[in-house]
């Protein structure tokens, strides 16, 4: 359920009010497309860690997902940073995912985050993971109201745009945020693969909008920081002198 970077489309809409009419009202320019009456969704994306920041100072993630009750709980490594993205997501065990409900308790499946912990490290953990996630505690949210609609041609070719309403919480310090985004993905039972086409369109079109790769997460962190830190960088910022070369080097 977790957004898929490497197949999907984002974009960041800067239209503050009516963002699907905008969107919607560019593809039935486009010719021999169908556009489905749209299907409304709540997602709820919560991410989870100890007081002290365990997982996350080991580039770990925690969440749950879940879209009108039902959804996954996933443990997995945060390759925002990483290197040879690609190669690690091919070769590599980042991910470990299972069902979930709004009903259930997070500290219902220790045991699977135990055990999926100990497949990102190669030596044997040497504190308890049992302990660890019993102290875990909601760090940041993303409340998301799905707006989605199903776009077909004449050629076999379906695909879903989903306008995202998306309010970043920060549980920690209580601040929020809010961007819209527009996901584009293929459907299930596409026939064929025109794609590029679509986009190509949807990016002609549709000048309010902004191709992103940034992840849900990062963006979360970085829109909901302290705002004493926010402080701190522009007075830094603010305070550094410009040295001239020359001056440099006879320092």
Avoid at 43 to 59: E, Q
Avoid at 65 to 89: F, M, P, Q, S, W
Avoid at 219 to 239: A, G, H, M, P, S
């Amino acid at each position: 359920m977790l957004d898929d970077y490497g197949k999907d489309y984002f974009y960041e809409i800067y239209v503050t009010k009516h963002p699907a009419e905008e969107v919607i009202g560019k593809i039935k320019l486009f010719s021999a497309y169908e556009i489905s009456k749209a299907e409304m969704s709540k997602r709820i994306v919560t991410y989870y860690d100890t007081p002290t920041n365990n997982l996350g100072s080991v580039d770990i993630l925690l969440n749950t997902d879940v879209i009108n009750g039902k959804g996954e709980l996933t443990l997995e490594r945060n390759l925002d940073k990483a290197k040879n993205v690609k190669y690690i997501r091919l070769l590599q065990t980042y991910k470990h995912t299972t069902p979930f409900t709004d009903k259930q308790s997070i500290f219902d499946f220790i045991p699977f985050l135990r055990d999926s912990l100990r497949t990102f490290f190669s030596q044997p953990l040497d504190f308890d993971a049992d302990d660890m996630f019993k102290r875990v505690i909601p760090t940041y949210q993303f409340q998301i109201k799905n707006e989605s609609y199903k776009i077909v041609n004449f050629s076999g070719f379906k695909c879903w745009v989903t306008i995202e309403d998306t309010t970043y919480i920060n549980m920690a310090n209580g601040r929020k945020n809010y961007v819209t985004y527009v996901k584009v993905s293929s459907a299930e039972d596409s026939q064929e693969n025109d794609m590029a086409d679509f986009i190509e369109k949807l990016e002609k079109y549709c000048k309010r909008i902004n191709r992103t790769y940034k992840s849900k997460y990062s963006e979360c962190v970085r829109l909901t920081r302290d705002i004493d830190e926010i402080i701190k960088k522009k007075k830094k910022f603010k305070n550094r002198k410009y040295v001239p070369d020359d001056e440099e080097e006879e320092k």
